[in-house]
């Protein structure tokens, strides 16, 4: 029974190499060893599982911002705001791939859904890429990294569930994200623009015969396209970094807001709403169910004296706590060839959240700089998840190979970053601590 604890971790990831559903992985480990702790008194302990995950008021803003996204997603808004951006860059050194970026940017500020941000700007930018003839692996390495923004830049839903997992406020969390996230962004902008200044050829500049629109009617069509949505980013981020609303009530103006910007648009139609209502159930769910199978893996986890094996095995090895805090980023980054993003939370956060807090470094921070690992390992061949969503979007003539070899770049900007953050920590900490002390 004293090594019971870590036998879960083994039975997990043999049923996750078979192919099982994580959450059902989950789930059926967490009953099992928990009926063998607790017998048939667990199946209580089950149920009251389940109904804190049902009514927990925090966990309410999931729905509410994949509505808000999937509605922006359908109602034509991101065809309005790519059109407004390639105005003003067309004429840039690879202009295209830059309102693609900073497309990403704003769409992943308006949806907090990991994935939907690339196979929307995807679907506008590869073909106007493809046309004048941007190279093929840097088309794959733009659309995949700018649609990873979706992962930290706010209001990510995984910093909604990492939160709770890591006990920290969720407005903290949306702040310390915010820079990170636009200074990533800017670096792949000075990549983009770098390459193109060197070898013209990788993406070339709009045609000259393209016709010239006057500036006054360039300052409307932004006006139209862009002020609305950013307004309501404004509202939703806004609102809570100024403790105004929770996350949950800013998720609910966000739901509405998107609403509202649909039909100003005269683009919500009832199938629209009815896709993205669909697609809010279907990808709530699937988190939701995951996320009850992570705490019920958990509580059992702890029942077992799991944290005390973990806590005695650190002091046995007698590592330094940077070499601690680098091993746990290592596992991190090499489980998410495999797993989703929110089942390598839910093992990671809860365990080792309080013993790198224990260890003298700022829970905050750190989640963050696992975050950023998360986002890497969602980039990193050959198992990338950001790879199976371009395929799933891109033409033929876009190959595996110019996917893969495309990504290289942004790799390396994405260890950047990394570094950064971690030499620099006040990147992460600065805002949280203007916003609430």
Excluded at 207 to 220: G, Y
Excluded at 279 to 293: K, N, P
Excluded at 319 to 332: C, G
Aim: glycine share 8%; with cysteine.
């Amino acid at each position: 029974m004293e090594y019971l604890a870590l036998w879960m971790f083994v039975a997990l990831f043999a049923l996750i190499i078979l192919g099982f559903p994580i959450a059902f992985c989950l789930i059926g480990v967490a009953l099992v060893f928990g009926i063998i702790r607790y017998e048939d008194i667990y199946i209580y302990q089950l149920l009251g599982r389940v109904e804190s995950i049902a009514s927990n008021w925090v966990l309410a803003a999931v729905p509410l911002f994949v509505f808000m996204g999937s509605v922006l997603e359908r109602s034509g808004i991101a065809e309005r705001l790519f059109d407004a951006f390639r105005l003003w860059t067309r004429n840039l050194p690879g202009g295209i791939a830059i309102a693609a970026i900073l497309m990403c940017v704003m769409f992943a500020a308006s949806s907090g859904v990991v994935g939907a941000t690339e196979a929307v700007v995807g679907l506008l930018a590869i073909p106007a890429m493809l046309k004048y003839g941007y190279d093929k692996k840097l088309i794959s390495g733009v659309i995949c990294s700018g649609g990873s923004l979706g992962t930290i830049i706010p209001p990510s839903v995984v910093l909604i569930i990492l939160g709770p997992m890591a006990n920290v406020s969720i407005g903290r969390l949306f702040a310390a994200a915010m820079i990170p996230g636009l200074v990533l962004a800017f670096l792949y902008l000075v990549y983009v623009v770098l390459l193109a200044l060197l070898v013209p050829s990788a993406a070339p500049r709009s045609h000259p015969d393209e016709p010239v629109v006057p500036l006054k009617e360039k300052l409307v069509i932004t006006a139209k396209a862009l002020v609305p949505p950013l307004l309501l980013v404004v509202c939703v981020l806004g609102s809570i970094l100024a403790g105004i609303a929770s996350p949950t009530e800013a998720a609910a103006v966000g739901g509405a807001g998107g609403l509202i910007l649909s039909v100003m648009y005269g683009s919500l139609t009832w199938k629209a709403l009815g896709q993205a209502i669909m697609q809010t159930l279907r990808v709530t769910t699937m988190i939701m169910f995951i996320l009850m199978g992570g705490m019920m893996f958990t509580s059992v986890f702890f029942s077992l004296q799991g944290m005390s094996l973990i806590t005695g095995f650190v002091s046995a090895l007698d590592l330094s706590p940077w070499m601690f805090l680098f091993i746990v980023l290592l596992l991190a980054f090499l489980l998410g060839f495999f797993l989703e993003w929110i089942s390598i939370l839910l093992i990671f956060i809860p365990i080792f959240t309080p013993l790198l807090t224990h260890l003298g470094f700022d829970p905050i921070w750190f989640c963050i700089l696992f975050l950023l690992i998360i986002q890497t390992s969602y980039l990193t061949p050959p198992m990338a998840p950001a790879i199976f969503y371009l395929r799933g979007i891109s033409p033929p003539e876009i190959t595996l190979s110019h996917m893969y070899w495309g990504m290289v770049p942004f790799l390396l900007i994405q260890g950047l970053m990394i570094l950064l953050v971690i030499l620099f920590p006040q990147l992460a900490l600065w805002l949280p601590n203007v916003f609430f002390g």
